[in-house]
C-alpha cells in the first residue's frame, strides 16, 4: 500500500528528527508534526548548560526555522494537542476538535518530570526542568537569588548545580542515595563528580530524604526539611528527580506500556501502523557482543532520539530492520566534560584509571565478562575508541584492561590489524 498521511505525535528531537528522516529517505507523501508546546520545536540539552548562564535569545535553540518545515512540505501543528487515538479508523482526534487521519502514526510523546510526593511538593513556586518555559522561570530567579537547594543528585540536578555556583549562589544538593547519579553511574564517576562539585563549595547531602518543603509564615519556600529532621534554608529549591515517559494516550488506545510504550527491536508497537521512539519507548535492550540487559530499556539522551528517529523513518519506508546504534551521553559540569558510551548501569565489574593532573578519568564497565560501556571525564579518546569497538561488538578482557599501560585505542587498532591480516 502506498502510504500518503503519517501523523508524528511530538515535536520533540526524536519527532522533528523523524520527519525529516521522512523527507530524506525520499517519502513524498503528507507529514503533520503535532507538538503541545507552542513555537518551533528546540534543543533540550542546553536548557540545564549555557542557556541558563546567559540572557540567550530562546529562538536560539530552535532545532529549524520556519524555512526549513515550508521547504520539506512538513505541517507543524504547534500548541496541539493529541486527545485520543483511534486504532480502528486510522485517525487522531485533536484535544481541539479536530481530526487526523493516518497510514502510519509515530508516538515521539517524550517525557514528563516525577513529582516529589512530600508536604509541598506541588508548592507552586517550586522549580523543575524539562521545557524552555521551565528554563526561561529558572534564569529569571538565578538571577535575583542568593541560595538555591536541589532535590535530586542526577544529572540535570547536578548541572544546574554547577550552573547555579557559577553564577554566585550558595548551592545544596539533597539526593536520597547514598552518591551522586547512583543509577546512571559506576561509583568510581561519581566519587569523581562528587569531588569536583565539592572543590567549587556546592553543598553535598548525600543519604538524606526529603521530608517537606519548607515554607515562612507568609508561605514561601523557605528550603528544604530533611527525613532526618534537618532543615536546608534556601530562597529556592528545584526538583529533578527523574522523568516518567508519557504513554498514557497509548495506553488509552489498547497498546502495551510498561515503563514506557512497548515496542519491538523494530521500534513497532503490536499495532503494525503505529511505531514509538524516543524517551517514550520501551524496547529490547541490544547485545553489544555479550552481557546485554535483560528485558526492554528507556533510553533518554539526543542520540537515542536522533538514531531512533532514524531507524522508524526507514522501517516504515522499507523492509524492517532493528535498532541497534551504540547508546552514549554527555553532561557539562564545571570544567568537566562526563561521556559515557554503552550501558553502564548494573555493571558487575568496574576499572578505573585516572590521571589526576589532567583531570582525566576512564571507568571500564564490565558485565558478565563483556564490557558494556566506559565512562570517561575529560577523555574523548577513550570515549570515541569504545563507541567504535562496540559498534563492531568487540570487548577486551578485564585482564587485558587491568595490565599496565593499557589503551583502548592502541587495542582497538590491533583488533583492527589482526581481522585485516586474516
Avoid at 518551533?40 to 540539552?45: E, F, K, M, S, V
Avoid at 534556601?234 to 498514557?248: C, K, M, S, T, Y
Avoid at 489498547?254 to 499495532?271: H, K
Avoid at 530499556?297 to 526507514?314: G, M, T
Amino acid at each position: 500500500m502506498a502510504l500518503s498521511e503519517i501523523v508524528i505525535v511530538g515535536a520533540g528531537q526524536a519527532g522533528l528528527q523523524t520527519a525529516a528522516s521522512l523527507r530524506q529517505f525520499g517519502y513524498e507523501g503528507r507529514i503533520r508534526l503535532v507538538g503541545e508546546e507552542k513555537g518551533l520545536p528546540y534543543q533540550r540539552p542546553p536548557l540545564s548548560k549555557a542557556f541558563l548562564k546567559a540572557d540567550s535569545d530562546p529562538e536560539s535553540l530552535a532545532l529549524r526555522n520556519r524555512d526549513f518545515f515550508e521547504k520539506q512540505k512538513i505541517e507543524l501543528l504547534d500548541g496541539e494537542r493529541v486527545a485520543s487515538i483511534d486504532r480502528q479508523a486510522g485517525a487522531v482526534e485533536l484535544a481541539s476538535g479536530g481530526r487526523l487521519d493516518y497510514d502510519r502514526l509515530v508516538l515521539a510523546t517524550g517525557a514528563r518530570n516525577r513529582a516529589l510526593p512530600v508536604p509541598g511538593g506541588d508548592h507552586p513556586d517550586l522549580l523543575e526542568l524539562r521545557s524552555l518555559d521551565h528554563a526561561l522561570a529558572v534564569r529569571d530567579r538565578l538571577g535575583s537569588a542568593g541560595s538555591i537547594a536541589i532535590v535530586g543528585g542526577g544529572y540535570i540536578g547536578l548541572e544546574i548545580a554547577a550552573t547555579a555556583r557559577g553564577r554566585g549562589l550558595d548551592v545544596t544538593v539533597v539526593e536520597a542515595m547514598d552518591r551522586l547519579m547512583p543509577r546512571t553511574a559506576s561509583p568510581a564517576l561519581s566519587a569523581h563528580v562528587e569531588g569536583v562539585h565539592r572543590g567549587h563549595g556546592v553543598g553535598l547531602r548525600l543519604g538524606e530524604g526529603v521530608a517537606r518543603i519548607a515554607t515562612d509564615g507568609e508561605g514561601r519556600i523557605a528550603g528544604v526539611e530533611t527525613a532526618a529532621g534537618g532543615l536546608i534554608a534556601a530562597e529556592l529549591v528545584l526538583v529533578g528527580i527523574g522523568i516518567l515517559p508519557n504513554d498514557a494516550l497509548a495506553a488509552a488506545a489498547g497498546l502495551e506500556t510498561d515503563n514506557g510504550i512497548v515496542v519491538d527491536s523494530c521500534l513497532r508497537t503490536a499495532d503494525p501502523s503505529i511505531f514509538a521512539l524516543g524517551d517514550c519507548a520501551a524496547f529490547p535492550a541490544p547485545d553489544f557482543g555479550g552481557g546485554a540487559l535483560p528485558g526492554r530499556i528507556r533510553l533518554e539522551s539526543v542520540q537515542n532520539a536522533v538514531d531512533q528517529a532514524k531507524c522508524v523513518a526507514r522501517n516504515i519506508l522499507a523492509e524492517p530492520a532493528p535498532y541497534s546504534e551504540v547508546p552514549w551521553f554527555w553532561s557539562d559540569q564545571f570544567d568537566m566534560k562526563i561521556q559515557i558510551a554503552g550501558l553502564t548501569a548494573g555493571s558487575d565489574r568496574q576499572i578505573a584509571r585516572l590521571d589526576e593532573e589532567k583531570g582525566r578519568l576512564t571507568v571500564y564497565c564490565f558485565r558478565d565478562g563483556h564490557l558494556a560501556g566506559v565512562e570517561t571525564v575529560s577523555n574523548p579518546g577513550d570515549h570515541m575508541a569504545c563507541r567504535r569497538l562496540m559498534a563492531e561488538r568487540l570487548s577486551p578482557q578485564p585482564a587485558e584492561v587491568e595490565a599496565a599501560g593499557f589503551s583502548l585505542k592502541t587495542w582497538l587498532q590491533a583488533m583492527r590489524g589482526r581481522a585485516g591480516g586474516g
